[in-house]
């Protein structure tokens, strides 16, 4: 029997099948969630379970190399590679996250266009050399979210009444990022402001979490200003509202704070997926129905707007900054 939850338990099954009705039943959904809560989760998402089961391995393989070697791939300055506990600290925070991750990208090679161009966070991958397994199985995992994400927002669309196809072209070149996340058990005598994660909203468009039966998600539920939990659910992806869809929907949908406290005594692992825009794709909220009347936020480019965020989030973009070498 699934955990009780709060938060909507959305069956995707028709969707990934092609089923029409489907699209609509579970867009109405979707719609309902993201302008109440802005979480869900979704069972039946069509990632094979070997997949998953691939990247989950190799997650907790090169977590335990000693640090040292996982330095090896330190995190570079297109956001990939690995980020040691301390890097990451989010807005408001009093202390870092007490995590460690490693971060994918779009695979792309140094004569590609955008990368020959200078485009922020394009380019390949920074793969350790010391663990030739990570890239077939987090890569398979990384290409097979993204087609769930890509009938994701098929199903967003429908809910806002716009054509199912409205985000593709949007997503030609996606700035999808994938990272495997590591939470040591926070030590018995951490404070109130120690948090695997503190209280953040996401940057980009859609996020889908694959999280283990560990547990620690909490969402802040904006009706009556409390945190609950989002329990792990087996054969499902918890997935949030970012910033970019709440400009989008002129904040009819909800980008909603959420947390990680790993008070478990045990390690916690997470794989999170941002499905994000290309680049330069325009954020308009004119485009989903928006009045001029209405208008909260001007068009921003959505590579610029996540930029800006990581940025301000991650300790190794700061020190870049002042050398001023941030691309």
Not at 44 to 53: F, L, M, Y
Not at 181 to 191: A, K, L, N
């Amino acid at each position: 029997m699934p955990p009780v939850t709060r938060i909507p338990i959305i069956d995707f099954a028709g969707v990934r099948a092609g089923d029409p009705a489907a699209l609509q039943r579970v867009g109405r959904e979707i719609h309902d969630a993201c302008t109440t809560i802005g979480f869900f989760y979704i069972v039946n998402h069509g990632v094979p379970q070997a997949v998953i089961d691939a990247a989950e391995h190799v997650a907790r393989s090169f977590f335990a190399y000693p640090v040292e070697t996982k330095r090896r791939v330190a995190v570079n300055q297109r956001h990939r590679g690995f980020n040691a506990l301390g890097d990451a600290t989010m807005y408001q925070a009093k202390r870092p996250d007490y995590k460690e991750f490693f971060s994918v990208g779009l695979e792309l090679l140094e004569d590609d266009p955008d990368v020959l161009a200078g485009q922020a966070l394009r380019g390949p991958n920074n793969w350790p050399d010391f663990m030739p397994a990570l890239r077939p199985a987090l890569y398979g995992y990384y290409e097979a979210v993204a087609s769930c994400g890509a009938d994701l927002l098929r199903a967003v669309a429908a809910g806002l009444g716009v054509d199912e196809q409205f985000f593709a072209p949007r997503y030609t070149k996606r700035m999808q990022r994938t990272q495997m996340v590591y939470y040591p058990p926070q030590p018995p005598q951490s404070d109130a402001g120690q948090f695997g994660v503190a209280p953040h909203t996401d940057y980009g468009c859609i996020t889908l979490l694959w999280q283990d039966q560990v547990g620690g998600l909490q969402v802040r539920e904006i009706a009556n200003d409390t945190w609950v939990d989002a329990p792990p659910v087996p054969g499902s992806f918890v997935v949030n509202v970012g910033d970019l869809l709440a400009r989008w929907t002129n904040d009819r949908f909800r980008s909603t704070l959420h947390r990680v406290i790993n008070a478990s005594g045990r390690e916690r692992y997470s794989i999170a997926t941002f499905y994000d825009p290309t680049y330069g794709a325009l954020v308009d909220p004119r485009e989903l129905g928006t009045s001029e009347a209405d208008l909260k936020y001007q068009p921003v480019a959505a590579g610029d707007y996540i930029l800006g965020r990581i940025n301000d989030s991650m300790g190794y973009r700061k020190k870049l900054a002042v050398q001023g070498t941030t691309a």
